[in-house]
C-alpha cells in the first residue's frame, strides 16, 4: 500500500514537472524550477531553535531571546543564499558518444554561471553518483561528464536530471530537476554465440585471413583514419611518402556479410549481439563486410565509418 502510494504520488509530481518545465535542449534555473527544502541538519536546527524559543519563554530570558532569533535570522539569510547558488545557472546539453548495452552512457553538460561565483554544486542522474563542480565567474563555465547507466539497445533518452546545492550553511538543500534533450545510441551487447561463417565456406566457421595472397593487389591509396594498420606500406613512410595504404581486390566469393538469416534458432536480440561481436572481430583485423538484415542491407566496407554504419543499424533494428 505504501509503495502503491509513493508511486502515485511520483507520477502526480512528474507530471506536474513536465508542465512546469518541460524537455529542451538549454534551461536557466529560476523561480519556477528551482525548489529549496530544510535538510536533515536544517531540521536539527529548526528543532533546536524551537528548544531555544521554549526555554526563553519559560524563564524569561532575553539573552536566551536574543540567541534564538540570532540564529533565526541566520537562517533566513541562509536561504537566500542558497536560493541565490542556483539561480541564474544555465545548462546545456551536449554530446553523447554511443556505447554498448550494459555499459555507462557518458553526457556532456555545460553548465555557465552568469555573474555570481557557484560552489559545492551536485550535478547528476537520481540514485546515480553526483558530480560536484565549482563555477568561478571570471572563468564563466564548466563542463561535467555525467554518467547513466544502459539496459538495452537503442536511441536512449534519459529521465530528468539533478542539480543540488546545501550552500553555505549546509542547513538547506536547493534543488532542480531539469530535462535536458539528450540522446545516445546504445549498441546491442556483443556475445558471440555462433561462429562466423564465411559465405564461401560451407562447414567449419572461422574468420578469414584477407592478409594472405589469395586477394589480388591493387595499388595504393593514401591513409584514412579507422583504416586497418596492418595494410599500411611502412617502407614508403620510411623513405617520407607518406602513409599509404595497400589495397586488395577481394572476390566475390569471399566476400564476408553478417547474414541475419544465418543466426537460425538464436532470439532476436540473441541475433543482434551475436552480428555485433561479428561486425567487431572484422573491424579489428580490418576486413571488408557487409551487413544483411530483413529488409535492409549495408553494403560491403571496412574501416571505422563501416563499423559505426553497421553497430547504428544493429542498434535501432
Not at 104 to 130: K, T, Y
Not at 203 to 208: A, R, S, T, Y
Not at 295 to 304: E, F, M, Q, Y
Request: with cysteine; hydrophobic share 40%; charged share 20%.
Amino acid at each position: 500500500m505504501k509503495n502503491r502510494i509513493r508511486a502515485l504520488f511520483r507520477r502526480r509530481f512528474n507530471s506536474w514537472l513536465d508542465k512546469r518545465s518541460p524537455r529542451c535542449s538549454e534551461i536557466t534555473l529560476n523561480q519556477r524550477r528551482i525548489f529549496i527544502i530544510p535538510s536533515s541538519a536544517g531540521l536539527g536546527f529548526a528543532i533546536m531553535l524551537m528548544g531555544l524559543l521554549l526555554l526563553a519563554i519559560n524563564y524569561q530570558n532575553n539573552l536566551i531571546f536574543a540567541l534564538c532569533f540570532w540564529l533565526f535570522s541566520i537562517f533566513l539569510v541562509a536561504i537566500l543564499h542558497t536560493y541565490a547558488n542556483l539561480s541564474g545557472l544555465l545548462l546545456r546539453a551536449g554530446a553523447a558518444e554511443p556505447v554498448f548495452a550494459g555499459e555507462l552512457a557518458s553526457f556532456h553538460l555545460h553548465l555557465e554561471a552568469g555573474r555570481r561565483d557557484r560552489h559545492r554544486l551536485n550535478v547528476g542522474f537520481p540514485n546515480q553518483q553526483m558530480e560536484v563542480c565549482d563555477i568561478d565567474a571570471e572563468m564563466g563555465a564548466a563542463n561535467v561528464i555525467i554518467k547513466y547507466p544502459t539496459q538495452k539497445r537503442g536511441a536512449l533518452r534519459p529521465g530528468r536530471m539533478e542539480v543540488t546545492s546545501r550552500y553555505p550553511l549546509g542547513i538547506l538543500r536547493c534543488w532542480s530537476a531539469p530535462s535536458l534533450d539528450w540522446h545516445c545510441l546504445v549498441y546491442p551487447r556483443p556475445r558471440c554465440l555462433r561462429p562466423l561463417l564465411n559465405s564461401a565456406d560451407s562447414g567449419e566457421g572461422h574468420i578469414p585471413d584477407r592478409s594472405n595472397d589469395s586477394d589480388e593487389f591493387s595499388g595504393f591509396n593514401r591513409y584514412q583514419a579507422g583504416q586497418s594498420p596492418r595494410r599500411i606500406f611502412w617502407k614508403a613512410y620510411a623513405k617520407g611518402q607518406g602513409l599509404l595504404v595497400k589495397q586488395y581486390e577481394q572476390s566475390q566469393a569471399d566476400e564476408l556479410i553478417l547474414d541475419w538469416d544465418s543466426l537460425e534458432g538464436l532470439s532476436v536480440e540473441e541475433r543482434l549481439s551475436t552480428l555485433c561481436a561479428w561486425a567487431l572481430d572484422c573491424d579489428k583485423q580490418g576486413l571488408a563486410y557487409g551487413l544483411k538484415l530483413p529488409k535492409l542491407t549495408v553494403a560491403s566496407g571496412s574501416g571505422s565509418g563501416q563499423l559505426s554504419k553497421v553497430l547504428r543499424e544493429l542498434a535501432v533494428f
